[in-house]
């Protein structure tokens, strides 16, 4: 089974500065997706960025970019020049792809962001 | 575009009570998924639907729960009957084939 964690339940940025968002994964797949997903006080969930495991280079999305190291099986979501407005949880999600095409995620437990002045 | 459009928005209703929750997913997706969000569980992976079929539906609590999909663009989930610890936001997401899935603005539901 596979299996994310997030090891920060709560970090605080500073306004303009970058922060790293912490993921790890595990899975005995070859083939599998990473997301980050954003969710603000309003609850809605948001879709930043998705990383696909052979995907050679970090994916990139404006501000958001995705630090991959596969053999570390780390996806960390990297958010530059913080805004008030990126205050919110954060997960990190993991699909699995089943023959046939079944296609599920799994989800970490998230990262509350305070971005502050 | 329209999003993953789902209602109620909130919904607070007594024990025992049967309860409804609704989704139209993005037109042209051919995937559903329905989620629960906890403060103790976090989010939580229910059934999800390919095509109108449901695939997997090991993630539903007990019979209390089920989930249809009577065509591409509908599809709900019902608790009957409802018990206290069933309150939680529940999410419906839709994604085309293993594209990333989006989230409708989910249903807040208070069972008293």
């Known amino acids: 089974a596979q299996k994310i964690t997030q090891t920060q339940p709560g970090m605080f940025v500073q306004e303009k500065e970058a922060v790293t968002l912490d993921c790890t994964y595990d899975t005995s797949d070859q083939s599998y997706g990473l997301f980050w997903y954003k969710q603000p006080s309003s609850g809605e969930m948001i879709f930043l960025i998705y990383?696909?495991?052979?995907?050679?280079q970090n994916a990139t999305e404006g501000r958001y970019s995705l630090n991959f190291q596969k053999a570390r099986k780390s996806a960390n979501l990297v958010i530059s020049a913080s805004q008030l407005g990126d205050s919110a949880m954060y997960f990190c999600?993991?699909?699995?792809?089943?023959?046939?095409?079944?296609?599920?995620?799994?989800f970490g437990t998230g990262t509350q962001l305070k971005v502050e002045l | 575009d329209a999003g993953v459009i789902q209602s109620p928005r909130h919904e607070v209703t007594e024990m025992g009570q049967e309860v409804t929750l609704r989704c139209k997913p993005i037109?042209?997706?051919?995937?559903l998924f329905w989620y629960r969000q906890t403060m103790m569980r976090g989010l939580e992976l229910l059934i999800y639907?390919?095509?109108?079929?449901?695939?997997?539906d090991s993630g539903m609590p007990e019979d209390r729960f089920s989930a249809k999909m009577p065509n591409a663009s509908f599809s709900t989930l019902k608790i009957q009957p409802s018990e206290p610890r069933d309150s939680a936001v529940y999410f419906c997401?839709?994604?085309?084939?293993?594209?990333?899935?989006?989230f409708g603005d989910g249903t807040r539901l208070s069972i008293l």
């Open positions: 999600a993991m699909r699995e792809v089943f023959p046939g095409g079944g296609n599920k995620l799994t």
């Open positions: 997401a839709s994604s085309f084939r293993s594209q990333p899935q989006h």
């Open positions: 639907f390919n095509n109108n079929v449901p695939i997997d």
């Open positions: 037109s042209g997706h051919d995937y």
């Open positions: 990383q696909g495991s052979y995907d050679e």
